[in-house]
């Protein structure tokens, strides 16, 4: 599979050197659009009064400035946390600012910041208890390898929970470019039950899944537009038009996106899958005797 927007690739592939700028630029604007990703981020964490979990140290995968911080530390209290994000400027603009006199007293809390890709985590095996990941997986073609990196710096009972977008999300935006002509400007999301089978075979032992639909609304397509611009989810595709919307076109997709217009309003659709699965101990055999395997030599 040809992610990296070379010719040949799918046109509904990412294209990661743009989603990375996209995010860079991002970095300073993203609590303006970041309703979705805080109201995620709540019922994430309540999830955690029915878990017992204690992790000594916590990884925000593709942690963007790091909203989620200040409620995974209100949950464990002094569990180091680390956040990693694709842009190295996301990844600084969550890095907290500790007082002078905290840091010189060693009392700033345990938190540092990583640039690096999910699929290739810079981390030893069994490196934390919990990894956590709010509305990110979605942005790769293929969460497996994702999964799997999981799955190996987790220690061993330790939980990885997520949330990522699912295939109904931005449908009345899909409908409304549809209608006004032939492109790729909504990107693809992948299913829960791919999601699922991803777990199983990374190794994650029965994973929990479900999804819910969250609708926001908005007084124009604008306002759409301006938070999908200001959380760096602009349109990535390897497919994408490389030159600006007509405005011919433009005003299609409006006419056809007010027809989905209810009680005054426009509505967004966000499927939101959620996940959470341990790591379980490797298997061992129920006998302590050793198991020797060998081959005869020819006569």
Same mark, same amino acid.
Request: proline residues 6%; positive net charge.
């Given at each position: 599979?040809?992610?990296?927007? @070379?010719?040949?690739?799918?046109?509904?592939? @990412?294209?990661?050197?743009?989603?990375?700028?996209? %995010?860079?630029?991002?970095?300073?604007?993203?609590?303006?659009?970041?309703?979705? #990703? *805080?109201?995620?981020? /709540?019922?994430?964490?309540?999830?955690?009064?029915?878990?017992? $979990?204690?992790? *000594?140290?916590?990884?925000?995968?593709?942690? &963007?400035? &790091?909203?989620?911080?200040?409620? $995974?530390?209100?949950?464990?209290?002094?569990?180091?946390?680390?956040?990693?994000?694709?842009?190295?400027?996301?990844?600084?603009?969550?890095?907290?600012?500790?007082?002078?006199?905290?840091?010189?007293? &060693?009392?700033?809390?345990?938190?540092? !910041?990583?640039?690096?890709?999910?699929?290739?985590?810079?981390?030893?095996?069994?490196?934390?208890?919990?990894?956590? =990941?709010?509305?990110?997986? #979605?942005?790769? +073609? +293929?969460?497996?390898?994702?999964? *799997?990196?999981?799955?190996?710096?987790?220690?061993?009972?330790?939980?990885?929970?997520? =949330?990522?977008?699912?295939?109904?999300?931005?449908?009345?935006?899909?409908?409304?470019?549809?209608?006004?002509?032939? /492109?790729?400007?909504?990107?693809?999301?992948?299913?829960?039950?791919?999601?699922? +089978?991803?777990?199983?075979?990374?190794?994650?032992? @029965?994973?929990?899944?479900?999804?819910?639909?969250?609708?926001?609304?908005? !007084?124009?397509?604008? /306002?759409?537009?301006?938070?999908? *611009? @200001?959380?760096? =989810?602009?349109?990535?595709?390897? &497919?994408?038009?490389?030159?600006?919307?007509?405005?011919?076109?433009m005003q299609r997709v409006r006419s056809a996106y007010e027809m989905a217009r209810r009680d005054g309003r426009l509505p967004a659709t966000f499927e939101v899958i959620y996940?959470?699965?341990?790591?379980?101990?490797?298997?061992?055999?129920?006998?302590?005797? !050793?198991?020797?395997? %060998?081959?005869?030599?020819?006569?």
């Amino acid at each position: 599979m040809d992610d990296t927007g @070379a010719p040949g690739a799918e046109p509904f592939f @990412a294209d990661r050197a743009a989603q990375k700028r996209n %995010f860079e630029r991002a970095a300073t604007s993203f609590t303006r659009g970041d309703v979705l #990703h *805080r109201e995620v981020a /709540g019922r994430m964490l309540e999830r955690f009064d029915v878990i017992k $979990l204690a992790p *000594r140290r916590i990884l925000d995968l593709g942690s &963007g400035p &790091g909203a989620a911080r200040a409620g $995974l530390r209100n949950r464990f209290g002094a569990a180091g946390i680390v956040g990693l994000d694709l842009a190295v400027a996301m990844a600084r603009a969550g890095m907290p600012r500790a007082p002078a006199w905290r840091r010189w007293l &060693g009392g700033a809390p345990a938190t540092s !910041a990583v640039c690096a890709d999910m699929a290739a985590l810079p981390f030893a095996p069994g490196a934390f208890g919990l990894i956590w =990941s709010n509305l990110a997986l #979605h942005w790769l +073609d +293929d969460p497996l390898p994702a999964i *799997r990196e999981a799955q190996r710096v987790l220690e061993v009972d330790g939980l990885f929970m997520f =949330s990522m977008l699912g295939p109904d999300t931005l449908k009345e935006l899909r409908a409304a470019f549809a209608d006004a002509g032939p /492109g790729w400007h909504v990107k693809r999301f992948i299913d829960l039950h791919d999601i699922g +089978d991803a777990l199983g075979a990374a190794g994650f032992g @029965a994973p929990v899944m479900d999804m819910e639909i969250l609708t926001l609304t908005y !007084a124009d397509l604008d /306002g759409l537009f301006a938070d999908l *611009r @200001a959380t760096g =989810s602009a349109n990535a595709m390897t &497919g994408r038009r490389r030159t600006l919307t007509g405005r011919a076109r433009m005003q299609r997709v409006r006419s056809a996106y007010e027809m989905a217009r209810r009680d005054g309003r426009l509505p967004a659709t966000f499927e939101v899958i959620y996940g959470h699965a341990w790591k379980a101990a490797p298997r061992r055999r129920a006998s302590a005797e !050793a198991v020797i395997s %060998f081959t005869p030599r020819r006569k």
